[in-house]
């Protein structure tokens, strides 16, 4: 699935992995075996950070929207080109 974040909105504080809010996107699946990993790229930027630092902080939560429950995150501050993994137990 491939994302941007152009037009995203501060919606949401998850906690942990440097809280805060941020410019939210939000998807969703549903996990077909016992152990899951999530793997994410960064593969651009725009604006004038671009060339500064590009991070990208993936939670993964359970749940419902109205009252999700943290199970992982991760912070990206890898730059463009490289990826991180979550892996959900």
Do not use: K, R
């Not at 974040?5 to 992995?17: A, I, K, L, R």
């Not at 077909?32 to 993936?58: K, M």
């Amino acid at each position: 699935m491939a994302m941007n974040t152009n037009g995203f909105t501060p919606d949401y504080n998850p906690g942990g992995c440097l809280a805060g809010n941020n410019d939210d996107a939000w998807a969703y699946f549903t996990a077909i075996t016992s152990q899951t990993q999530v793997q994410y790229e960064i593969t651009g930027c725009q604006g004038f950070l671009c060339g500064l630092f590009v991070t990208a902080i993936l939670h993964v939560f359970e749940g419902n929207c109205g009252a999700p429950v943290a199970l992982g995150c991760n912070i990206s501050g890898l730059g463009i080109g490289n990826d991180a993994t979550v892996t959900i137990p």
